[in-house]
């Protein structure tokens, strides 16, 4: 953070990893993927998002919550307003008893847009509320739980009760929201028809851009103070509340954060798959996301990536052959990982491959460990020097997974 | 109200009428107590005396049923934990607790008082004065050598150490310590002593204590707790040859 030059950072071990991560989805995937494939990957690097989220909640903060979902899918919902209004013409909906509204809320007898649609007409406004209405409900929940000190397990619950409640609700209430088909047949974006292969490849690009741009801020608020006060707010909370901090106010700006993560992920779904409907934002949706940030690593933002990449990849590969078994392909996969290697697949990395990287770099090594600020101990990878760090944090997690 | 107030006045911390109970048991039972600035005071008494209690209750962690703790003529039954840490108490617990997986550095860099907003410790630059007021206390509490270790490799010792050094980067007027010397080995003792001479020149200091040798090495005046009230009060000798204090904590 403090070196001379940004570029210099790329050079660093850190820099190189995401260097790395840039090298895999900009240029190796597009190129060994046709367009459809790489579609699926846009899909599942939608979920990334979620993933990186919860690293910051769920890892760093500890607060486990079991309902991203309902923030993927709020962020979701908002651009496919936008975009079934769209595609809601009065031409194109001509032969409804009500044209220009939407096909399901005709079918469903409604004769006018309800209220809360009308903004959707604006794009703007959709961009807003795809990040402003997830962290709006999780100020609420946030707010509402965090300063009556609700947490640990209580708290998942809650979460989780939110995601089946959303998911009735929407289910319930046909005529304003798709209902259990959800919000189908989009077809584009300001006039840009996304159903095209170009349109696809071209959002893949923007989803991965994006998702640098979410690794960039949850880079920026773990190597900050703010970063190493969620840490410690996880182990010794009453230490930081007697350190002078408002401890839920911390809770509730982390958690806000991970909605806003979502949000984004959940508006980039909806345009990449190009439909939204409630079976990816209800609890089995939720708990699945956060497989994706346990088997990548729940400390590290980076192996949040991965994991999301991975486990998406193995359900659609397992799925294609035998669907009937992946819940359970799943299940054991998050016991697996819980049990064997709680750090994931990024504490598996740290373990195993840095030490032999420290082999094949030994030369660079002491140059850069001094280029390195002390500050950075909430290093999603960090140095061999700095490993015993994760393991009083994987103490203090054990009874949250129980 | 006037009355409590005029007489509070002298005083950095004034205690009066202090009562909490958990479903009926009194745990302080309509306590009194002052300190004078720069005053070091230990509380000793019996297990189960209420002891932490009423540390608890000065710093917030628990709220009190009825009465009123005035501090620098601010009433702290009102505040949030985090709003009487920034009105000057500082509080240690009795148990280590740092942030293990922070280094000796860190501990005392999220301690050190700014940026306590989310915001603020988002844009939290680590200047030459946090640098400076970290190199400083990190050698009042004799851990100059470890700033860049993990807390987590400090020995138990130590962990109090810097946990005191995490309260006087605070810059607190009132250091409240549970326990400080409890666990550690008679070398460690001692320096904690000298320690804490050096902290009470320029802090008001209330310590729970069972070391009778350590509270009559360090204490200006005891105040004796006995079931939630206050038994006796006064010099070490006075408290020590106290028939009521020999009869219910020293005598046996």
Same mark, same amino acid.
Request: proline share 4%.
């Given at each position: ?51 990186? *989220? ?44 009500? $044209?220009?509204? $939407? ?15 009308? $903004? ?8 807003? +509320? ?13 707010? +509402? ?5 609700? *947490? ?66 949850? /880079?920026?608020?773990?190597? /900050? ?43 980039? =779904? ?27 690593? /729940? ?8 994991? +999301? ?7 659609? *590969? ?15 996969? =998050?016991? *697996? ?17 840095? $030490? ?47 | ?17 202090? %009562? #909490? ?19 070091? @005071? ?9 002891? %932490? ?37 500082? @509080? ?28 603020? &410790? ?11 007021? #970290?190199?400083?206390? &990190?050698? %009042? ?47 460690? @003792? ?10 009470? @020149? ?21 105040? #004796?707790?006995?079931?939630?009230? #206050? ?22």
């Amino acid at each position: 953070m403090n070196s001379s030059s940004p570029l210099k950072w790329f050079a660093t071990r850190e820099g190189l990893y995401y260097v790395a991560l840039a090298v895999l989805l900009v240029v190796l995937l597009p190129l060994a993927l046709d367009p459809f494939r790489l579609n699926m990957v846009g899909k599942y690097l939608t979920y990334a998002f979620v993933a990186i *989220g919860l690293v910051m909640c769920w890892g760093k903060a500890g607060i486990l919550s079991l309902g991203q979902g309902v923030f993927f899918g709020l962020g979701g919902y908002c651009m496919a307003m936008f975009l079934k209004l769209e595609a809601s013409t009065p031409e194109a909906t001509a032969i409804q008893s009500t $044209p220009g509204i $939407p096909d399901f809320m005709d079918w469903n007898q409604l004769t006018e847009l309800p209220w809360f649609w009308e $903004p959707f007409h604006s794009f703007s406004f959709t961009l807003l +509320a795809v990040i402003g209405v997830p962290v709006l409900l999780a100020f609420v929940i946030g707010f +509402a739980m965090f300063t009556r000190r609700v *947490g640990g397990v209580y708290f998942a619950i809650i979460t989780q009760a939110i995601a089946a409640i959303l998911t009735i609700l929407i289910i319930g209430q046909q005529g304003y929201t798709g209902g259990v088909n959800g919000i189908t047949d989009l077809q584009t974006l300001n006039g840009w028809d996304i159903r095209t292969d170009e349109a696809r490849t071209i959002l893949y690009f923007v989803c991965v851009g994006m998702l640098f741009l979410c690794l960039f801020v949850a /880079r920026l608020v773990q190597n /900050r103070k703010l970063g190493r006060i969620l840490v410690a707010m996880n182990a010794q909370e009453n230490r930081v509340r007697f350190s002078g901090y408002d401890v839920a106010a911390f809770k509730i700006f982390v958690f806000c954060l991970a909605a806003a993560f979502a949000g984004v992920g959940g508006a980039l =779904f909806t345009l990449i798959v190009g439909f939204m409907s409630p079976s990816f934002i209800g609890i089995v949706a939720s708990i699945e996301m956060v497989i994706f940030c346990a088997l990548g690593g /729940r400390l590290s933002i980076l192996g949040a990536v991965y994991g +999301a990449l991975l486990v998406n990849a193995a359900k659609s *590969g397992f799925s294609e052959s035998f669907p009937e078994l992946w819940p359970f392909a799943m299940g054991a996969l =998050f016991i *697996g990982v819980v049990l064997a290697f709680p750090n994931g697949l990024a504490g598996l990395y740290q373990t195993y491959v840095m $030490p032999l990287e420290d082999k094949i770099f030994k030369r660079n090594k002491g140059a850069k460990l001094e280029a390195k600020p002390a500050e950075k101990a909430a290093e999603p990878k960090p140095t061999a020097e700095k490993t015993p760090d994760y393991d009083p944090m994987i103490d203090s997690y054990s009874p949250e997974k129980s | 109200m006037n009355a409590a107030k005029s007489k509070s006045g002298d005083f950095l911390l004034a205690v009066e009428g202090l %009562t #909490v109970s958990f479903d009926g048991f009194k745990a302080v039972d309509d306590l009194s107590f002052y300190l004078d600035p720069k005053e070091i @005071r230990v509380i000793i008494g019996p297990n189960g005396a209420g002891k %932490t209690t009423v540390l608890d209750l000065i710093c917030g962690k628990t709220k009190a049923t009825s009465g009123s703790i005035k501090f620098d003529g601010k009433e702290l039954t009102k505040l949030k934990e985090h709003q009487i840490v920034h009105s000057g108490v500082g @509080r240690k617990f009795q148990t280590p607790s740092v942030f293990e997986d922070l280094t000796v550095f860190e501990n005392l860099e999220v301690s050190y008082p700014k940026g306590h907003s989310v915001m603020g &410790a988002l844009g939290f630059k680590r200047d030459a004065e946090v640098i400076q007021a #970290v190199e400083e206390v &990190a050698e %009042t509490i004799f851990l100059t050598e470890a700033l860049n270790e993990p807390a987590a490799s400090l020995s138990h010792g130590q962990k109090q150490w810097l946990e005191i050094g995490m309260l006087l980067i605070q810059k607190p007027d009132l250091l409240m310590l549970d326990e400080p010397v409890a666990g550690m080995s008679v070398t460690e @003792r001692k320096k904690t002593a000298e320690l804490l001479r050096v902290i009470t @020149r320029d802090h008001t200091v209330l310590v729970i204590e069972h070391d009778m040798q350590f509270v009559g090495d360090i204490a200006d005046r005891v105040t #004796v707790m006995h079931q939630g009230k #206050v038994l006796s009060e006064g010099s070490i000798e006075h408290v020590k040859s106290d028939p009521k204090v020999i009869e219910v904590y020293l005598g046996h």
